[in-house]
């Protein structure tokens, strides 16, 4: 069998017991999972692991938990009901460390299945638009099987790989997954709008994707010399880097770059990327290392929650004991900022859910994960305004916080939380 097979031949090499990572995000290679999922009656505990995935995730399907274990270090909606169902775990894990995991054997791999554009003239492919973990299982894996697709962004940095690091080429021609960027509402705008408000000019910006961080860019076309140093980016960078808003002059790391370990959003961004020179694509164990995001003067990360008590405690990863989504790289830049010089770590969130139930919370729900403490945290921005807890007191803290709790619940909060802790 020659490096070129098809889907079908490539998975016969994964045998009952082993374990499989699959590269993320937008470059989820869905040709090569529905191909081993098809072998399920052939299979037996077969670990798939992998951080948030796009697409069907047909191995997960709980009929199939005899043959398929998923394995999720960030859980996507696709994988979420595993937890629950049985045929799925949660590993705690910042980005910065997952590779670790790998190079150190505490995971051990036998295959990586990941997506790359067609080899050049010299043999070389990349990895595109999500680097993230996926080199350190490239090296570590037994076997390397790749989806080749013309489709997929040809980006710089580690994400260039030669053919001979893969043991099987599969080639596709599909389109890559994306995201077209959502209508910003009026709270998001008023969200935005703070968020801006603490950026100054010459700062280096992380952010994820979404309505919030899209409002908060679409505010920023009057700065200056802004960097970009973050976990992942969307569409909202465009424009600011098309107007030299963006143009990354004053970064402490990687100067005159833009630096990323996985990217998704519309066709717009692909094509934006593809081919320029001015994005990078670094391993997460280098964008999301704190000693590296530190050395960036006025390093701005802009994270979310899903709910924020009064003394700060940040739960970013599930809703009281279900498991919602995962740690990811929130620690990572929240630190990083903090520890940066003129830096400022940004908690971005509505006041309340779309069925208005509070999200500044006295109190978090029981088993809720805190993943930012409250002896990290900064700023907490909601559409009511911002509360600096940097230094503040517990009852200082509450104070702030109840200042950017939606109106119609300030009381009942306050009363809750001084109730129970009148001495604080």
Same mark, same amino acid.
């Given at each position: 069998?020659?490096k070129? %097979? ?10 009952s ?24 009656v ?29 394995n ?11 937890l629950t169902?049985?045929n ?11 590779p ?30 999500s680097v ?7 090296e ?15 980006t ?15 080639e ?20 935005g709008?703070?968020i801006?408000?603490?950026i100054?000019d ?35 960078v ?30 717009r961004?692909y ?9 990078e ?7 999301n ?21 009064l003394?700060?405690?940040v ?12 740690v ?17 770590a ?14 500044? %919370? ?8 805190v993943?930012?403490t ?37 009381e009942?909060i306050?009363?809750?939380?001084f109730s ?5």
């Amino acid at each position: 069998m020659g490096k070129y %097979v098809t889907a079908a031949e490539a998975v016969k090499i994964i045998n009952s017991g082993n374990r499989v990572y699959v590269q993320a995000a937008a470059a989820t290679p869905t040709v090569l999972t529905k191909a081993l999922a098809e072998r399920a009656v052939e299979l037996r505990n077969v670990e798939i692991c992998h951080m948030h995935t796009e697409g069907e995730a047909p191995y997960a399907d709980p009929a199939l938990m005899d043959s398929f274990h998923v394995n999720s270090f960030f859980i996507g909606k696709n994988v979420r009901h595993t937890l629950t169902a049985g045929n799925g775990s949660y590993t705690p894990v910042f980005l910065s460390e997952l590779p670790r995991l790998f190079r150190k054997k505490v995971l051990q791999l036998d295959a990586a299945f990941i997506q790359v554009s067609p080899p050049d003239s010299h043999g070389y492919c990349s990895l595109g638009v999500s680097v993230e973990a996926s080199i350190a299982a490239i090296e570590n894996a037994k076997w390397v099987i790749a989806q080749v697709n013309p489709n997929m962004p040809r980006t710089f940095g580690d994400g260039v790989i030669h053919i001979s690091e893969i043991n099987y080429l599969v080639e596709t021609d599909v389109p890559i997954y994306g995201h077209e960027p959502d209508i910003i509402t009026e709270q998001e705008e008023r969200i935005g709008a703070h968020i801006a408000s603490l950026i100054d000019d010459e700062s280096t910006l992380q952010m994820g994707i979404g309505s919030i961080p899209n409002a908060a860019l679409a505010k920023l076309g009057n700065h200056k010399n802004l960097g970009l140093h973050t976990e992942m980016f969307s569409d909202g960078v465009i424009e600011l880097i098309e107007k030299g808003v963006i143009n990354c002059n004053y970064k402490g790391t990687v100067r005159g770059r833009a630096l990323a370990t996985f990217l998704i959003g519309s066709q717009r961004l692909y094509d934006f990327v593809n081919d320029n020179p001015f994005i990078e694509m670094r391993e997460s164990s280098f964008v999301n290392d704190t000693s590296v995001i530190r050395k960036n003067p006025k390093m701005v990360a802009i994270n979310s929650a899903i709910e924020v008590d009064l003394t700060g405690q940040v739960c970013a990863d599930s809703i009281g004991c279900r498991m919602y989504s995962g740690v990811g790289g929130q620690m990572d830049f929240i630190r990083g900022a903090a520890l940066s010089e003129g830096g400022k770590a940004i908690i971005a969130l509505p006041s309340v859910t779309r069925r208005g139930e509070n999200r500044i %919370v006295p109190f978090l729900k029981q088993g809720a994960g805190v993943v930012t403490t409250r002896s990290h945290v900064q700023y907490i921005v909601t559409e009511y305004g911002i509360a600096d807890l940097y230094g503040k007191t517990l009852k200082q803290r509450a104070k702030a916080m109840i200042d950017i709790a939606h109106p119609q619940h300030r009381e009942t909060i306050e009363r809750d939380y001084f109730s129970e802790f009148s001495g604080c």
